[in-house]
């Protein structure tokens, strides 16, 4: 998640407007709700001294609210918790095991993740009986969904283009009719 979905995220989260926190933090006038604007939408980035005052603010780590670095246990520990955040990725245990699981009260978000995590789970599986070998697993995961043959996806046309072809059939319809 990015630094101004984050900022957003927590700022709802404490019940304040754009306007508040940029007060908080000093700005002034109309500067303030504009420049919390700017960070939200990512215009701006927020200077690390900023980003610490808007943490004391919300009450977290200025981790919280930064793009982790998965390169550190730290950083993924915050990367988890923004995933629990935005897709309720929840930790849990099953016969004395640590597990990620997703939350089915999310909906949508449940229903389009679990099948992510299924053809991932069954690729997973498929190396582990040695079905495919680790260079197809990994192949499978650094091109996904590219390659994930496990769901059938339509494309489906814009609106626009939907809408244009609608006319045109309309149009030869009616000529047709003349005839």
Excluded at 92 to 120: N, P, Q, R, V
Aim: neutral net charge; proline residues 3%.
């Amino acid at each position: 998640m990015a630094i101004g979905q984050r900022i957003k995220f927590f700022r709802n989260r404490k019940g304040m407007t754009q306007k508040n926190l940029g007060e908080l933090l000093g700005f002034l006038g109309k500067t303030s709700d504009v420049r919390m604007a700017q960070y939200e939408s990512e215009a701006r980035v927020p200077k690390n001294d900023l980003v610490k005052e808007m943490a004391q603010i919300f009450d977290v780590s200025p981790r919280a609210l930064t793009v982790p670095n998965i390169d550190s246990y730290l950083g993924l520990m915050h990367t988890l918790f923004a995933l629990e955040d935005m897709y309720g990725l929840k930790i849990g245990e099953i016969d004395g095991e640590l597990c990620l699981h997703l939350d089915k009260s999310t909906g949508m978000t449940y229903a389009a993740i679990f099948d992510m995590f299924l053809a991932w789970q069954t690729e997973a599986a498929r190396l582990g009986n040695g079905e495919i070998t680790k260079e197809e697993y990994d192949e499978w995961r650094y091109k996904y969904p590219q390659l994930d043959t496990s769901q059938h996806r339509a494309k489906v046309p814009s609106q626009g283009l939907s809408d244009m072809l609608v006319d045109a059939f309309l149009q030869e319809e009616k000529k047709n009719k003349k005839k």
